[in-house]
């Protein structure tokens, strides 16, 4: 079963131009690191979806992974992930500064979005989509504030900001909040697509045209970003609203994973692991580390298993 199982999504790979991939040196730990996945899920009972008090349990609905890594070139993280399943958010913050004031500024971003959310929202409230909305981007404009003073006050924070990727499920809806070049990417129906739109100098010349996506990945202004948190005390982010189906697997990522790995990799990996999320995050970490590990790593992974209407 497993067999027919790998040749068919191989299959299906092949007809996308993967086969360069699938003939790298790492195709056959792909695919014993899918068996070993498939194996490990194999057999294992599924609770009867929960609900309380009317509602969906988020925790029942959405299976949540989360995973950062300093890599093989930085001496420390400047990356921080938080997650509340009960709250359905999800955050994730690529610092960025002298001494280590970049840490500090994704370590206070990603705590004051969640402690924020936490005092303002509610899952009862998840009919309200505008009220998500606004309440996402205050505790966004709150984090940036604080952020930004600190850097004015404190000498050893000069500077210093931070990218963040907020994500906030509700009645079949994720509201995103977000600035700098951290990604979120959706694979649907095994289509990946690049939710957000990157805030980076990159970007700004393939809308432009004046790059095609492959040269921008041989560009050596990577890490360029055009918004920050932190850095202009009235930012607030952008938002923005999408629908959510059963199946669909989010990935939020800073960019030392998708600077070190193209978006083929990715969906090959996703797609292959998806059955055991812990070990599709550890891989995809793992995959960077392999092309050089430039940069810290860090990814959350959101498998929506079940509909979870207010």
């Known amino acids: 079963m497993l067999l027919t199982r790998f040749e068919t999504v191989t299959s299906a790979l092949m007809g996308q131009n ?34 309380a008090g009317g509602y969906v349990v988020l925790q029942n609905a959405l299976q949540i992974v989360s995973l950062t890594d300093t890599g093989l070139v930085r001496d420390h993280n400047e990356d921080s992930v938080d997650v509340d ?21 994704s370590a206070m971003t990603t705590s004051s979005i969640l402690a924020g959310m936490k005092q303002h929202w ?27 003073e600190r850097a004015v006050s404190d000498p050893e924070c000069e500077g210093m900001g931070t990218t963040v990727m907020a994500c ?44 095609t996506r492959d040269e921008a990945r041989m560009s050596q202004h990577k890490n360029l970003v055009t918004r920050a948190l932190g850095i202009d005390p ?32 990715i969906h090959l990996t996703l797609s292959l692991l998806r059955v055991n999320l812990k070990l599709c995050a550890q891989q995809l970490v793992q995959a960077a580390n392999d092309a050089g590990g430039n940069d810290n790593i860090s990814v959350i992974l959101v498998n929506v298993e079940q509909a979870f209407p207010a």
């Open 18 to 51: 993967l086969q360069r991939i699938v003939n790298h040196s790492r195709a056959w730990w792909y695919i014993v690191m899918w068996a070993h996945a498939a194996l490990d899920r194999h057999g294992q009972q599924v609770g009867m979806p929960g609900t």
């Open 85 to 105: 399943a009960a709250l359905g958010l999800v955050v994730l913050a690529d610092g960025m500064g002298g001494y280590n004031a970049g840490e500090v500024a």
């Open 122 to 148: 509610q899952p009862e409230k998840a009919a309200d989509h505008v009220l998500a909305l606004d309440l996402l981007q205050n505790e966004i404009g709150v984090a940036n504030r604080a952020v930004f």
């Open 168 to 211: 906030l499920f509700h009645d079949n809806l994720l509201t995103v909040g977000y600035l700098g070049d951290s990604r979120l990417y959706r694979l649907r129906d095994d289509v990946l697509e690049q939710v957000t739109h990157d805030h980076s100098v990159l970007q700004e010349q393939i809308d432009a045209g004046l790059l």
């Open 234 to 265: 009235d930012e607030e982010g952008d938002m923005l609203q999408v629908p959510v189906q059963v199946g669909d697997l989010y990935l939020l990522c800073s960019d030392g994973l998708n600077d070190m790995l193209i978006d083929e990799e």
